[in-house]
């Protein structure tokens, strides 16, 4: 369980990005059988093939694939996606994450343009917006959130807008130009437990992921805060219950917890896989502690049932909407 993760954390950064996070000649990556009760659905339908020639027509990348959601299936079937912005490369090299890793592009001025543009064909409730982290920027990329905020505030009156940020390394000012865009929710995951930072995600710190969070309360107490736990990289259930407590400590409303997928064998082992039963208790306790929203099974991703959490709890889409 407890076993070290040895990385290809520090490699260079190549002008060939990759997908790669480990070596599997320096530990065992063997895949764990999957259990009964996980089942993935593959993107079907008339629907997903409509927003694939979308997103290829306006230049545009979502996370659901570019990280292999498990449930893309389900969300493009519905007309529903979450898009990934500043490029498809990111600058930091988590394990977990089967985003690509490398030097990035410059960076697109035009994309949220586009990206709203995407939002208004879809004729979306609710858009979930994520990035890539851009470390090589001093303001992490925080100029294209706000932009697309507000522009599809503009083309789409009534949708309500979500955002998964980076940390931007704490800083304040990068944050600040998010926040004044008022999205209806804030997201940040913080991953995993503290004691797996260096070897789950080694380029981020806790303290970078609370400035995030408690700052975004501070900023705007308005807006609703978010996070996520993934579950399976060798945490212990008492060390889950304190990453909890701590997020309730730092304000954050809403909690999703999901298993963690090994994308490859060139990703982090699952170390184990969370039963029914074990997500129903945490989200009890989550519930039992404060939180006003979780949602916890092993599918559970950052913006699933995104919607019906702005519809039931955001202050900033009833005032829109009344």
Same mark, same amino acid.
């Given at each position: 369980?407890? +076993?070290?993760?040895?990385?290809?954390?520090?490699?260079?950064?190549?002008?060939?990005?990759?997908?790669?996070?480990?070596?599997?000649?320096?530990?065992?990556?063997?895949?764990?059988?999957?259990?009964?009760?996980?089942?993935?659905?593959?993107?079907? !339908?008339?629907?997903?093939?409509?927003?694939? +020639?979308?997103?290829?027509?306006?230049?545009?990348?979502?996370?659901?694939?570019?990280? !292999?959601?498990?449930?893309?299936?389900?969300?493009?079937?519905?007309?529903?996606?979450?898009?990934?912005?500043?490029?498809?490369?990111?600058?930091?090299?988590?394990?977990?994450?089967?985003?690509?890793?490398?030097?990035?592009?410059?960076?697109?001025?035009?994309?949220?343009?586009?990206?709203?543009?995407?939002?208004?064909?879809?004729?979306?409730?609710?858009?979930?917006?994520?990035?890539?982290?851009? @470390?090589? %920027?001093?303001?992490?990329?925080?100029?294209?959130?706000?932009?697309?905020?507000?522009?599809?505030?503009?083309?789409?009156?009534?949708?309500?807008?979500?955002?998964?940020?980076?940390?931007?390394?704490?800083?304040?000012?990068?944050?600040?130009?998010?926040?004044?865009?008022?999205?209806?929710?804030?997201?940040?995951?913080?991953?995993?437990?503290?004691?797996?930072?260096?070897?789950?995600?080694?380029?981020?710190?806790?303290?970078?992921?609370?400035?995030?969070?408690?700052?975004?309360?501070?900023?705007?107490?308005?807006?609703?805060?978010?996070?996520?736990?993934?579950? !399976?990289?060798?945490?212990?259930?008492?060390?889950?219950?304190?990453?909890?407590? @701590?997020? %309730?400590?730092?304000?954050? @409303?809403?909690?999703?917890?999901?298993?963690?997928?090994?994308?490859?064998?060139?990703?982090?082992?699952? %170390? %184990?896989? &969370?039963?029914?039963?074990?997500?129903?208790?945490?989200?009890?306790?989550?519930?039992?502690? !404060?939180?006003?929203?979780?949602?916890?099974?092993?599918?559970?991703?950052?913006?699933?049932?995104?919607?019906?959490?702005?519809?039931?709890?955001?202050?900033? &889409?009833?005032?829109?909407?009344?």
């Amino acid at each position: 369980m407890n +076993q070290r993760i040895t990385a290809c954390y520090n490699l260079p950064m190549t002008k060939i990005p990759t997908r790669a996070r480990v070596d599997p000649e320096r530990m065992d990556t063997t895949p764990l059988r999957r259990p009964d009760w996980i089942k993935v659905r593959a993107p079907t !339908g008339e629907t997903s093939v409509w927003l694939d +020639q979308l997103m290829r027509q306006k230049a545009l990348h979502t996370v659901c694939e570019e990280a !292999g959601c498990p449930n893309m299936g389900e969300c493009w079937g519905s007309g529903t996606a979450t898009f990934l912005m500043l490029g498809s490369i990111c600058t930091r090299s988590c394990g977990f994450c089967d985003v690509k890793h490398g030097r990035p592009d410059v960076l697109d001025w035009l994309e949220p343009e586009r990206v709203a543009q995407a939002v208004k064909a879809m004729g979306l409730k609710h858009a979930v917006i994520t990035s890539v982290n851009r @470390d090589e %920027r001093v303001d992490g990329g925080a100029p294209i959130f706000s932009a697309v905020i507000r522009r599809i505030r503009q083309l789409l009156p009534g949708c309500s807008v979500e955002v998964l940020i980076p940390d931007f390394k704490a800083s304040l000012e990068a944050l600040s130009m998010v926040m004044d865009a008022r999205p209806d929710i804030l997201n940040h995951n913080i991953e995993t437990v503290p004691r797996l930072f260096k070897e789950v995600q080694p380029q981020d710190h806790y303290d970078w992921s609370r400035a995030v969070l408690t700052n975004a309360r501070l900023l705007d107490p308005g807006v609703l805060t978010k996070s996520g736990i993934m579950l !399976g990289l060798g945490e212990e259930l008492h060390e889950i219950h304190q990453v909890m407590e @701590d997020l %309730r400590e730092w304000g954050v @409303d809403i909690l999703t917890l999901g298993q963690y997928l090994q994308p490859s064998r060139m990703h982090l082992p699952i %170390r %184990r896989y &969370y039963t029914m039963d074990e997500f129903a208790q945490l989200k009890e306790y989550g519930l039992a502690i !404060g939180f006003k929203w979780v949602e916890s099974a092993p599918l559970v991703r950052s913006s699933y049932r995104a919607g019906e959490q702005v519809r039931a709890l955001s202050k900033i &889409y009833r005032k829109q909407n009344t």
